[in-house]
């Protein structure tokens, strides 16, 4: 081999990308990262929604404990309408669960203390139903008569806005649940 070529050769085995190869590289690094940006945005909308719904699932759970609690210790159903039950206790102080339909909250008032129960709701309705003996068996009835309530049907939908996402995507839960007076 000449001298020369020995040296062009080296210089050739030190030389870096060309540019062909360059713009290749730069493009499939562009791909890959463009994917792998995407798909953390994806994951961080998912994740948002789901902790949307575990704190809304968490939040609902919690309402009903309390409501179904109170109610089946209350002694009597004193005041009704379909955003408001008054109930007394026992020992004959009054409380009550009251829909807030402009704050979209439930609130529990129980010894001059309220306790918001939920939030972001914007549909909450209270049904009552008095208990019927037929010859069919037992079965519950609409009714406006508080002395024949016998069961208290609660239906609420409540709302989370997703972050991170549009302004028409929100988190729902809509709950309902019967509760039986015992008393």
């Given at each position: ?12 085995s030190l030389s870096g990308f060309t540019l062909l190869e360059m713009m290749i590289a730069m493009g499939l690094g562009a791909l890959i990262l463009t994917a792998a940006c995407s798909f ?114 609660v239906q609420w939908h409540c709302y989370r806005p997703t972050y991170g996402a549009d302004t028409n995507s929100n988190t729902e839960n809509i709950q309902s649940a019967q509760i039986v007076?015992?008393?």
């Amino acid at each position: 081999m000449k001298p020369s070529s020995i040296h062009s050769e080296k210089k050739r085995s030190l030389s870096g990308f060309t540019l062909l190869e360059m713009m290749i590289a730069m493009g499939l690094g562009a791909l890959i990262l463009t994917a792998a940006c995407s798909f953390f945005i994806f994951c961080s909308k998912s994740m948002a929604g789901l902790s949307n719904y575990y704190d809304l699932d968490r939040t609902s759970r919690n309402a009903l404990d309390v409501m179904t609690a109170n109610i089946r210790q209350a002694d009597h159903l004193i005041g009704f309408a379909t955003n408001q039950l008054v109930f007394t206790n026992v020992n004959g102080t009054a409380f009550s669960f009251t829909y807030n339909a402009p704050k979209q909250t439930l609130v529990c008032t129980n010894k001059g203390a309220s306790t918001v129960l939920l939030t972001n709701c914007d549909i909450l309705n209270f049904y009552l139903y008095s208990g019927v003996n037929t010859n069919a068996g037992f079965g519950f009835f609409s009714t406006t008569n508080i002395s024949n309530a016998k069961l208290i049907e609660v239906q609420w939908h409540c709302y989370r806005p997703t972050y991170g996402a549009d302004t028409n995507s929100n988190t729902e839960n809509i709950q309902s649940a019967q509760i039986v007076v015992r008393n």
